[in-house]
């Protein structure tokens, strides 16, 4: 298979994924937005590619983030490896999703870092079922131990 053959099959992937797909280089700006991050942020292609991540990451969380970004973009290493990160999204609606993502670090053919591409998956319903559970769980062993 031949690299412009590899890079239009990626593409189709990522294109027709109902997951979020999203790059942003070295900086933070958003360069690849897929129609799954479309859905599930509400943000249009037009309206995030050329943004910050600042557009979905939650105003309380962003010095963390973008301190741990820079050392990355610095490094070309994350201690996460490749765990699968949850963290709170912002939609465009001001509401927010809990969101499950696994990481890619993308190096230019010098081997610096070029960005970081994210697959982003919603699962604010599960979160929201594992909280109830959570809670009952708490008043039954309340109720137990009084």
Known sequence: MNS????????????????AFIFSDQEGIIRL??????????????EAIGQSLDLIIPENLRKRHWDGYHQVMKTGVTHYGTKLLSAPGICKDGSRKSLEFSMSLV?????????TGAII???TERWKNEKALKERIGELETKLGS
């Open 121 to 123: 998956r919603d699962v």
């Open 4 to 19: 412009t053959h590899e890079a239009t099959l990626y593409q189709k992937i990522a294109a027709g994924s109902p997951d």
């Open 107 to 115: 190096k230019n053919d010098n081997g610096t870092m070029a960005g």
């Open 33 to 46: 937005w897929n129609q799954g991050a479309e859905t599930m942020l509400g943000f249009t292609a037009a």
